[in-house]
């Protein structure tokens, strides 16, 4: 798999799910992932099933967090899973090979067993910096791991955590590619404002 530039991580968005979803679509966002923590399973599949049917046909890959069950059942392009989840084998045992499956680490050591985890086809990697968007934050790794991991990886890294504009400059000076950005981008409540923010991160990674 190759890099893909700008990941999306739908969290609570301020102007909703679909309306961000088509936002992504619209700029040329390549990965969009569901990441809605503690919804009711009903819940979640209708709202994966409804930025599904805004990505469905276009260039923007939909990933679903943690859970495989929904990524089949709302026929998403791909799963992303954690440390604590299932064990990728078991993920594809779910999906199949023709699911994308997306796997985060959190120091180097799991970074590095990544790269031989068949059916891995990109690594998440931080929090780079301190970040509000998980209930228990893992460690911080900070940029200098993040380059040491860019370094030896075979996958794609999303750099993840706490990025803002106001440090992506470092993330993109330690050699990311695919930098992902959570609250900067779910928490205006004006569709202008979500897409604006978009389209400027997208120039910086030029």
Partial sequence: ????????????????????????????VRMLQLREKGLPDGELLRIAREVRAVTRGTGTRFIVNDRPDIAVLCDADGVHVGQGD??????????GEGMIVGLSTHSVAQATAAQSLKGVDYIGFGPVYPTTTKTVPDPVVGTALLKE??????????????????????????????????RYFMEPPDPAEVERRIASVQRMLL
């Fill in 1 to 28: 798999m190759d890099n893909f530039g700008l990941y999306v991580i739908l969290t609570r968005p301020a102007i909703g799910h679909a309306a961000a979803a088509e936002i992504a679509v619209r700029r040329g």
């Fill in 86 to 95: 299932l064990p990728v084998a078991e993920v594809r045992r779910i999906v």
């Fill in 149 to 182: 991991v860019l370094g030896f990886s075979q996958l794609p890294v999303v750099a993840i955590g706490g990025i803002f504009p106001d440090n992506i400059d470092t993330v993109i000076a330690a050699g990311a590619k695919n930098p992902c950005l959570v």
